[in-house]
């Protein structure tokens, strides 16, 4: 499956108003976009991946065009799937900042260097 490099666009055009480093991997057939080695939000397909904290999934998930991420058969009821229509100009960067926030409270993933 391809991604959205469209999205792909918005998101780094975003994220690169932040003043830390967000770094991006190919993951889920798509993008995955890390801060401090945690994964804190991706694209699948049009889709953006979203993972808040778990209180602010349960209010997410009750919004429109908001949905369980699901992968390898599992729903991952943590992270949410915004559909294309809910990412406008103002519900995308309110997204990613949800997603900011709680990667940003969780301790770094270093990378092991053995």
């Given at each position: 499956?391809t991604y959205?490099?469209?999205l792909?666009?918005r998101?780094?055009?975003e994220?690169g108003?932040w003043d830390?480093?967000?770094?991006k991997?190919?993951?889920f057939?798509?993008?995955?976009?890390?801060?401090?080695g945690?994964?804190a939000f991706g694209?699948k397909?049009d889709?953006?991946i979203?993972?808040?904290t778990?209180?602010?999934?349960e209010a997410?998930?009750?919004?429109?065009?908001?949905?369980?991420?699901?992968?390898?058969?599992k729903s991952m009821?943590?992270?949410?799937?915004?559909?294309p229509d809910v990412?406008?100009?103002?519900?995308l960067?309110?997204?990613l900042?949800l997603?900011?926030?709680?990667?940003?409270?969780?301790?770094?993933?270093?990378?092991?260097k053995?």
């Amino acid at each position: 499956m391809t991604y959205d490099t469209g999205l792909e666009s918005r998101i780094d055009e975003e994220t690169g108003l932040w003043d830390f480093e967000v770094t991006k991997r190919k993951m889920f057939g798509g993008l995955g976009y890390f801060i401090n080695g945690n994964m804190a939000f991706g694209v699948k397909g049009d889709k953006l991946i979203v993972k808040p904290t778990p209180e602010r999934a349960e209010a997410l998930l009750a919004e429109p065009g908001m949905k369980p991420f699901e992968f390898g058969g599992k729903s991952m009821r943590a992270w949410c799937l915004a559909e294309p229509d809910v990412l406008d100009e103002e519900n995308l960067p309110r997204l990613l900042d949800l997603c900011r926030q709680y990667a940003l409270g969780q301790p770094p993933k270093l990378k092991d260097k053995t």
